[in-house]
């Protein structure tokens, strides 16, 4: 059974930085295809990055050039940088974890997701 949890939410103002972790509990997590997604209360949830198996990464457009995603096999964990940080990014932020598909687009077919961790950007 997999596991998955965020940390490293906050408050920040415009323009400033923070690092989201997750960790993943279970087996095989170089198997896993990771992302992150973010969901603002009354709106749809919104893929932010994913990050493949064979290391391919697809970025959103509002975070391209923003935010960076990366993952540790060894460690079993995945990071999203989010740097330049804007109010519209304020969301709870939420790692996914998707064995299998591996031709399905980086935002679909996610089957364990974790709690989700607050960030908040203050302008």
């Known amino acids: 059974q997999v596991q998955l949890v965020e940390s490293g939410g906050g408050s920040v103002q415009a323009g400033g930085s923070l690092r989201l972790s997750c960790a993943f509990s279970g087996y095989a997590y170089s198997t896993y295809s990771m992302a992150w997604f973010r969901q603002v209360t009354g709106k749809e949830r919104e893929g932010v990055a994913g990050i493949h198996t064979d290391g391919t990464i697809d970025y959103a457009d509002s975070v391209k050039g923003r935010f960076t995603i990366s993952r540790n096999n060894a460690a079993k964990t995945l990071n999203l940088q989010m740097n330049s940080l804007k109010p519209e990014d304020t969301a709870m932020y939420y790692c996914?974890?998707?064995?299998?598909?591996?031709?399905?687009?980086?935002?679909?077919?996610?089957?364990?997701w974790g709690q989700g961790t607050q960030v908040t950007v203050s302008s």
């Open positions: 996914a974890a998707r064995a299998g598909c591996p031709f399905c687009p980086w935002f679909v077919g996610y089957t364990d």
